[in-house]
Each structure stands twice: as C-alpha cells, then as structure tokens.
C-alpha cells in the first residue's frame, strides 16, 4: 500500500509540475479578477475572489442556480448523479474525476438563497472533510454589471498535500471564472434578442 502511496504522489507532482509550466498568465491580465488561493493552518484550502461579470446580477443568479449545468461551468470531469430542489434549496450529488485525485470523488451539497442576496452552499456527506462555498452578488454601474463576491473553503479526504490542491483549485478557478464570464454574456446577447 505504501508503494501505491508514493507511486500517486508522484504522478501528483508531475501533473502539478505540467499545470505550473503550462499556465499563462493571461488570464489574470484579461479577466477582472481578484483571486487569493492558500491552505488553512488547520486543514484545507480556502479560495476567496473578487469578480466583475460585464452582466445584470440576475444573469449570474441563473447560472449558479442552473444545478443541472453546474458541471458546464468547470474545465474538469464532473456529473451530476442527482439534483433535488425544495423548500428553496437545492440538495446536489456530484461526482468529480479531477486528474490530480485518483478515481472520482463523491460531494453531496445543499446550496440555499440567502436573504441578503447571496447563496451558500454546505457540505452533506460524500468524500469530503469540509466544503462551504459563497457568493455574494451586488449589481454595479446602475444594475448593468455585477460586482460577485467568492469564498470556497473545502478539503478531500486524501493524502494529497494541501498545498498541491491549493494551486489546482487556483488554475481550476481563473477557468471556472472564465466559462461563467463566457456563458453570461452568452445569455445577454440571447436575452437582448429577444427583447429586439
């Protein structure tokens, strides 16, 4: 087993060595995008980002709350196994293959809309120690633009380091944020046709 141990610590570290020498730094050039990525003295890693979406609150408010496509919004090997909404929340089953963990990982979440205007999004069960992830969504430049606030706090249960997750969830992240830009305004340009 230790054999087993060390041979996918390995292979972790190779991938991460290809996803370093392989990023670019454009994307934190051309997305307004504030990202801070480290792990947690006592287990984990937390991601916090600030956004500006070139699109209406109420746009963004969909996607997120389009459980169905959530897996659309990721550049990772993701399903969903089951979606559940009532009462005004959203209970989720994914299954999440990333290349940095070996087999797929099982996150069951239930996401809520607060008051306040956000959504939240709590852990309850599968193959993770902690996951809670939060947005905040303020409307900007008269209600045009959307000013979101991201915080994610999760760990896998695994052996992989923290500090290897951490710069994954980093490249992972400027993606995600970028195919939710992409998508949005995708869906302005649907809904001002119709509106034509």
């Known amino acids: 087993m230790g054999l087993y141990n060390h041979a996918m610590l390995w292979r972790a570290m ?18 307004p995008v504030e990202l801070d990525v480290r792990t947690e003295p006592t287990g984990g890693v937390r991601a916090t980002a600030t956004i500006l979406f070139p699109v209406e609150p109420a746009i963004i408010q969909r996607i997120l709350t389009d459980y169905a496509h959530w897996p659309e919004l990721f550049d990772i090997r993701m399903r969903m196994a089951e979606v559940r909404v009532q009462d005004g929340k959203a209970f989720t089953d994914i299954r999440i293959d990333h290349a940095l963990l070996p087999g797929e990982r099982r996150l069951l979440s ?3 809309t607060l008051s306040t205007g956000g959504l939240l999004t709590e852990l309850k069960g599968g193959d993770f120690k ?7 969504l303020t409307p900007v430049d008269g209600g045009a633009h959307t000013r979101a606030e991201f915080e994610l ?3 896998v249960d695994s052996n992989m380091p923290d500090w290897m ?32």
């Open 130 to 136: 902690q996951y809670r992830r939060f947005w905040k």
């Open 110 to 112: 239930e996401t809520r």
């Open 165 to 196: 997750v951490a710069l994954a969830l980093r490249r992972d992240l400027e993606t995600h944020f970028r195919i939710m830009r992409e998508k949005a305004l995708a869906q302005q340009e649907l809904q001002t046709g119709r509106s034509q």
């Open 153 to 155: 706090l999760f760990e």
């Open 14 to 31: 190779i991938v991460m060595g290809c996803l370093l020498l392989g990023s670019s730094g454009w994307s934190r050039a051309a997305e």
